[in-house]
């Protein structure tokens, strides 16, 4: 399934900012692709463009070969765009299941018998299967991480955007993400993944896409992208959060 993605020439500016500037990258079918740069370089401003949660100055976003840059975000959400949060906002007082449903029927438009398998399945998937009924607002950090993941899976996208997942795991917590993502994308899903991790994204994604000043520097293999010189540069002195 060539290109289900092209962003083209997106550019967005917030006052005097431009927070994206002639972005163009195009994603295949079942592609991981890691997007990473330092803060502020316009990774979550492109997911919100992807999703529609805003709206660009120039340029268009193409899903599944259709021109969506005008369609809103509920809509890009039934026809199979789904992402995370940096900042998760589950609804604490809800159970794990619960949050899972609420995604699926709302977001992913299905009936609630359906939603409720789909769930379960997505549950599994996920390892939250064992947490299912207990509360989203007492769980561990990575089960939190889990349950975000698990909430946009809920919705059934064929993309998944994912933005800074890993954040606060130990090794082995990023090697637990990064086993679900893999797997979700077994499914066939499409993901674009921004991480700070360098392990996450050398073991990942397939193509790393390098983000500066609202710009593309590079797109291309991992090891390349972590070998260049102007890479390394940028992240030089970046401490990140
Ligand atoms: N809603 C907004 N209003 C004003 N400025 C914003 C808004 N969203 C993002 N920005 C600015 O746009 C730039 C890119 O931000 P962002 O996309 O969040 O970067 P990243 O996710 O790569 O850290 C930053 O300078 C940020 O302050
Ligand atoms: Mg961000």
């Not at 949660?53 to 193409?62: A, F, L, N, T, Y």
């Not at 990064?178 to 991790?197: F, N, P, Q």
Request: glycine share 10%; proline share 4%; aromatic share 6%.
């Amino acid at each position: 399934m060539p290109g289900i993605l092209k962003v083209n020439r997106l550019t967005k500016s917030f006052g005097k900012v431009t927070a994206v500037h002639d972005l163009s990258f195009e994603v295949e079918g079942r592609e991981i692709l890691g997007i990473i740069g330092p803060n502020g370089a316009g990774k979550t401003t492109t997911f919100n463009l992807i999703t529609g949660e805003i709206r660009p100055d120039q340029g268009e976003v193409i899903f599944d070969g259709r021109d969506v840059t005008h369609l809103q975000t509920y809509r890009r959400c039934r026809i199979g765009i789904a992402r995370t949060y940096q900042i998760p906002k589950p609804f604490l007082n809800m159970t794990v299941l619960e949050n899972l449903l609420v995604g699926a029927v709302y977001g992913g438009g299905m009936p609630y018998r359906q939603a409720r398998d789909s769930c379960e399945a997505v549950l599994d998937k996920t390892g939250l299967l064992p947490k299912r009924d207990a509360i989203a607002g007492s769980l561990t950090l990575l089960d939190r991480k889990r349950l975000e993941l698990a909430r946009a899976l809920a919705t059934k996208p064929s993309l998944l955007l994912v933005d800074e997942v890993a954040g606060g795991l130990n090794e082995g917590e990023v090697e637990e993400v990064l086993e679900i993502i893999r797997s979700v994308r077994k499914d066939g899903v499409t993901v674009l993944w921004v991480e700070h991790i360098v392990m996450a994204m050398t073991k990942g994604p397939d193509k790393v896409l390098v983000m500066n000043f609202g710009k593309s520097l590079f797109c291309g293999r991992p090891e390349d992208a972590f070998r260049s010189q102007e890479v390394q540069r940028i992240y030089l002195g970046d401490e990140e959060d």
